[in-house]
C-alpha cells in the first residue's frame, strides 16, 4: 500500500477525500505533512443547506485558501493536515458555502482525534504541562478547550434539576467571588456566575430556562447562612426549602473559634497559646501523640479559647451522632442556651461564638432541614477539592472566564470527547 493511501485509511477518509501527498519536512521543523482533497464524488453527495431550495445539483464553486490543522503526531513526530477547504454552489439558488472537512474538531486548528487527546491530558495535568507535552502553546489549548465546553454548555439539560447546592469559590485567598451552583442529584456544577450577592441567585435562574429546566421546579436548596444568599434563594427559587448544610455551620464555628484564640493570645495568652491554632482546627482523633500531649497540658477549662474548641466538638457531635429530627432540633436548642450561658462567664474573650450561637437560632429551621433527609450535600462538602484542582489546572489564568470554563469541564459532566481509556 502505497503512503497517501495508508494514511487515508489511518485517517478514516471516505471515498469524498483523498491524501494527494503525504511528505516529510525537516525545516523548519521536522514535521509530517498530508495534503488531502476532496475527490469527484463529494460533489454528488452534497445538497443545498436551504431546506426550501429545490436544489438537484451542487457544484464545485472554488477553494478557500490553504488550511493547517494539526493531527496526532505519527511516529513521535509533529503531523499536520493541510487542505484548501472546497466552497460548493447550489445551481438553483446560487448559494455558496464551505464545506465542512470531516477531520476538523471544534477549535480552528486541530484535528477532531488530536482534541480528544488533548482534552484527556487536561484532564489529568494543568494546562500549562499538557501545552508542554503537547509542544501548543497555552493560548491555543484554552481556546480549543472553550470551543468544546462552550458548545456542550449549551446542549445541558436541566429539566431534571430539582436538588440545587450554592458555594462561593475565591480565585485568590479573600478576593473576587465566582458563586457556583450545583446539582446535587446529577453531582455536577451547573453554573457559575462572578460576585456574591442575591443577584448571581437572577443569573442562575435566567440559565436555568435557557436549558429546559425551570427555576420554580427546584424544591431544595442547600447553602450557608449569608443574608444574600437567603434573598436570592427566596426571590428566584420561591418553591426551594432551604437547607443549611452542615459543613457550613462547622466552617462558621471553626472560624469563630480560630478568632477566640486570635484575641485571647493578644490579650495576654500568647505564650500559652503559642503554636496551637492546628490544636484547635483538628478533630481530637486526628492529633498525633504530641498534639495530644500538648493539648492536655492546656488547662481548657480557664481558657476561652478551651471553651471555644469543646463548643465546636459538642456541635460535631450533634452533627456526628444525631439520627432524628426531634432530637436534632432538642440538642441544637440546648447547644445554643449552654453557648449563651458560656459567654456570659467569659464575656467579650467569647463573643464570636455568642454571634455564631445567635445566627444558628436564627437560622434554626434551615439547619434542622439538614436531618429530613431531604437532599444529600456530599457533593457540596466536596467542592472544595474541586475548586482547588481548577486552581491548579488554570494556574497563570485567574479570570472569571478561564476559571468557569475549567469548572464545567472538570465538575460539569459534560459531553466532552476524551480517549477511550483502555486501563479498565
Ligand atoms: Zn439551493
Redesign the pocket.
Given at each position: 500500500m502505497i503512503p497517501e493511501k495508508a494514511f487515508e485509511r489511518l485517517l478514516g477518509l471516505d471515498e469524498c477525500w483523498e491524501v494527494t501527498a503525504a511528505e516529510y519536512e525537516t525545516d523548519p521543523i521536522e514535521c509530517f505533512m498530508l495534503i488531502i482533497r476532496e475527490t469527484e464524488k463529494l460533489w454528488a453527495k452534497l445538497v443545498?443547506p436551504?431546506a426550501k431550495?429545490a436544489?438537484t445539483q451542487v457544484v464545485c464553486h472554488d477553494h478557500a485558501p490553504v488550511r493547517v490543522w494539526r493531527h496526532l503526531d505519527a511516529f513521535g513526530k509533529r503531523t499536520e493536515i493541510l487542505c484548501e477547504p472546497p466552497r460548493a454552489r447550489?445551481t438553483?439558488?446560487?448559494?455558496v458555502w464551505r464545506v465542512p472537512v470531516p477531520w476538523e474538531g471544534e477549535g480552528k486548528h486541530f484535528t477532531r482525534d488530536f482534541e480528544a487527546f488533548a482534552l484527556t491530558l487536561m484532564r489529568e495535568m494543568p494546562m500549562t504541562k499538557a501545552g508542554d507535552i503537547l509542544g501548543e502553546t497555552d493560548t491555543r489549548l484554552w481556546r480549543l478547550l472553550f470551543a468544546h465546553v462552550d458548545k456542550a454548555y449549551a446542549a445541558l439539560d436541566l429539566s431534571e434539576l430539582v436538588h440545587v447546592g450554592v458555594d462561593e469559590m475565591s480565585r485568590r485567598k479573600g478576593h473576587h467571588y465566582l458563586m457556583v451552583f450545583a446539582d446535587l442529584v446529577q453531582k455536577r456544577v451547573v453554573f457559575a456566575t462572578e460576585g456574591k450577592d442575591h443577584t448571581t441567585f437572577q443569573r442562575f435562574a435566567a440559565e436555568i430556562l435557557q436549558h429546559n429546566g425551570h427555576p420554580k421546579a427546584i424544591t431544595a436548596v442547600a447553602m450557608d447562612m449569608s443574608a444574600a444568599y437567603q434573598k436570592g434563594a427566596r426571590e428566584e427559587l420561591g418553591n426551594a426549602r432551604i437547607v443549611i448544610d452542615p459543613f457550613h455551620v462547622s466552617a462558621l464555628v471553626s472560624q469563630a473559634v480560630d478568632e477566640v484564640r486570635r484575641r485571647e493570645a493578644a490579650a495576654g495568652a500568647q505564650t500559652t497559646l503559642q503554636k496551637t491554632i492546628y490544636l484547635f482546627r483538628k478533630n481530637p482523633e486526628n492529633l498525633s501523640e504530641r498534639e495530644q500531649e500538648r493539648l492536655d497540658e492546656l488547662d481548657l477549662k480557664h481558657l476561652a479559647t478551651g471553651q471555644a474548641y469543646l463548643i465546636r466538638l459538642e456541635l460535631r457531635d450533634i452533627y456526628q451522632h444525631t439520627i432524628k429530627p426531634e432530637r436534632a432540633r432538642e440538642r441544637l436548642e440546648r447547644w445554643v442556651k449552654w453557648v449563651r450561658r458560656k459567654c456570659e462567664r467569659f464575656g467579650e474573650a467569647l463573643a464570636p461564638l455568642l454571634k455564631v450561637a445567635h445566627t444558628v437560632e436564627q437560622h434554626l429551621e434551615g439547619i434542622l432541614a439538614h436531618w429530613s433527609g431531604w437532599l444529600s450535600t456530599a457533593f457540596l462538602e466536596g467542592l472544595n477539592s474541586v475548586f482547588s484542582a481548577v486552581k491548579r489546572k488554570a494556574r497563570g489564568y485567574r479570570s472569571s472566564e478561564y476559571m468557569i470554563a475549567m469548572l464545567y469541564f472538570v465538575a460539569g459532566k459534560l459531553a466532552i470527547p476524551s480517549l477511550p481509556s483502555h486501563s479498565k
Open positions: 443545498c436551504d431550495c436544489c447550489c438553483a439558488c446560487q448559494k
